[in-house]
């Protein structure tokens, strides 16, 4: 598929981005998200670098640091200082979970790593690079439309819906992303299509997705993706999940889309 601009409005990890642009494939970027404290790391890893490979390799790795500049204000902390913080929590916590709670202040433990890799200095330099000439912006999914053109690429990777009601961990904002947010990322997808932009959405395999995005606009396909957020390690694996687009898509090019083994990303998103 050949496209004009590529959008990502739930950025994350960055991981398709990261894939198309080491391919050679990005003629221009804009990559977006709501969460401030990680639009503010892809920013400082793109401005300024070298500051946040100097803080990160001042950070020990122990429980008693982690629990202490977990408690710590963001705010009250530099560009670069907030950057290497949510850096060492999301590669120090427990299973690479991003989360808040409902005054959106993270509250992911400690986990059980022997050396977490959060000082990869060679990595965050490819990101920086990666990130030259990329719009990074904080603002909601919605805004895409303001955006993008005919011709245009979106890529959305919403909080998925849950499988269960135990599956929970959507609360990568502080409100959340509910069936309503889910209902006006549809319209969305919708008016994108009317506007012959073209949209690719993972989600769970779940009936709300089915049935949200049972229309003529849509093409619903199934993949196998690799997922690791579970509460019992014998149930991480492969399991089923959805690849919505509004254009032909071989199975080929699903099956990278849902890859989450780029060779370098910023944060474990999911």
């Not at 530099?78 to 850096?87: C, D, K, Q, T, Y």
């Not at 303001?146 to 979106?154: L, Q, S, T, Y």
């Not at 135990?166 to 008016?191: M, P, W």
């Not at 254009?247 to 989450?260: A, F, G, M, S, W």
Request: glycine share 4%; charged share 25%.
């Amino acid at each position: 598929m050949s496209f004009h601009d590529y959008h990502e409005p739930f950025v994350g990890s960055g991981a398709i981005f990261f894939r198309l642009y080491r391919e050679q494939k990005i003629r221009r970027a804009v990559l977006s998200d709501l969460n401030a404290e990680l639009i503010d790391t892809y920013l400082a890893v793109r401005d300024c670098v070298s500051e946040v490979v100097k803080i990160l390799s001042d950070f020990p790795h122990e429980e008693q640091f982690y629990y202490d500049i977990r408690t710590k204000n963001p705010w009250k902390l530099s560009l670069p200082e907030r950057a290497a913080r949510m850096i060492y929590l999301n590669k120090t916590g427990y299973n690479g979970l991003y989360r808040v709670n409902r005054q959106g202040m993270f509250n992911v433990p400690f986990g059980r790593y022997k050396s977490p890799n959060y000082l990869d200095k060679k990595n965050l330099l490819a990101v920086s690079q990666a990130l030259q000439n990329v719009e990074i912006l904080c603002v909601p999914f919605e805004t895409v439309l303001e955006r993008a053109n005919p011709g245009d690429w979106v890529y959305f990777d919403p909080p998925y819906v849950p499988l269960s009601q135990t599956a929970n961990f959507t609360s990568y904002h502080a409100n959340g992303f509910g069936l309503k947010d889910q209902e006006r990322l549809r319209d969305v997808c919708i008016e994108l299509s009317r506007n012959n932009v073209y949209i690719t959405l993972s989600n769970s395999d779940t009936e709300i997705i089915r049935s949200l995005y049972g229309s003529a606009y849509f093409a619903i396909d199934e993949v196998l993706a690799n997922r690791a957020i579970n509460c019992n390690g014998a149930k991480r694996g492969k399991i089923t999940e959805l690849v919505i687009t509004n254009y032909p898509v071989e199975q080929t090019l699903q099956l990278r889309l849902l890859e989450r083994h780029a060779p370098y990303f910023v944060l474990n998103a999911r």
